[in-house]
């Protein structure tokens, strides 16, 4: 079945830490997104993609980095410059023109020891 | 810029009954596209329904529907006949239309739907 993965479920940072969120898309979607989700605050923009080896900054993309190497793949590092890292991040994909919508992965969450 | 407003953060219905769920929106396009998204105890996001802004008929999907004021700017979803499995967050979303490329969506902050039996 096609869809959205990411992985891990569940990651643990330690101060001063970078460390990376996988996203893989099986779906042959071309454009990539990436949310980050805080209690009460709905979902804001990280950053997204449109295709390989381009990506444009969301709402929100101080402390965090990207990469589009392959079609099917849009990893997310939280850098030691996110100083409030613990939240929940979902990745999404779409195909085509900007009337589709977006589907969604299943989510990580990141926490602080 | 594009804001959404779900001015409803809890709401609670009993199984069967009817139940809308408000959504307001600022912006000034003329074209874009509508969304309520649902996001179970699972935390997947799912896709529950969408609207055209060109279109004047309000969209349906089984018993989900919804209420486009577009002159209002408000976007409510009424959900009829609900179910435990309701039981969720609710996402309004708004993505304007592009004519190349891709376009983003803003979502607003949510309102957390209880269905009791």
């Known amino acids: 079945d096609g869809g959205i993965t990411q992985s891990p479920k569940y990651l643990f940072r330690k101060e001063g830490q970078n460390v990376t969120l996988s996203c893989e898309q099986n779906l042959n979607h071309d454009a990539m997104y990436w949310y980050r989700q805080d209690p009460g605050q709905g979902l804001r923009l990280i950053y997204y993609s449109q295709i390989v080896n381009d990506f444009q900054k969301g709402d929100i993309a101080e402390g965090y980095s990207v990469s589009r190497e392959k079609k099917e793949s849009f990893p997310l590092t939280v850098t030691s410059a996110q100083k409030n890292p613990t939240a929940f991040y979902l990745c999404?994909?779409?195909?085509?023109?900007?009337?589709?919508?977006?589907?969604f992965g299943d989510g990580t969450r990141l926490s602080i020891l | 810029a594009q804001t959404v407003t779900q001015s409803q953060p809890e709401m609670s219905v009993q199984e069967a009954e009817t139940v809308t769920l408000s959504c307001t929106y600022d912006?000034?396009?003329?074209?874009?596209?509508l969304f309520w998204y649902k996001q179970p105890p699972s935390r997947q996001m799912i896709l529950v329904i969408r609207?055209?802004?060109?279109?004047?008929q309000n969209a349906t999907e089984n018993r989900f529907s919804v209420n486009f004021q577009k002159a209002a700017k408000s976007f409510s979803l009424k959900i009829s006949d609900s179910q435990l499995g309701d039981t969720a967050m609710y996402f309004c979303?708004?993505?304007?239309?592009?004519?190349?490329?891709?376009?983003?969506?803003?979502f607003g902050k949510g309102t957390m739907l209880l269905v009791s039996p």
């Open positions: 609207q055209e802004a060109y279109k004047q």
């Open positions: 999404a994909s779409t195909r085509e023109v900007s009337n589709q919508p977006q589907h």
């Open positions: 912006t000034s396009e003329n074209n874009y596209y």
């Open positions: 979303a708004f993505m304007k239309h592009v004519y190349l490329g891709y376009s983003t969506l803003t």
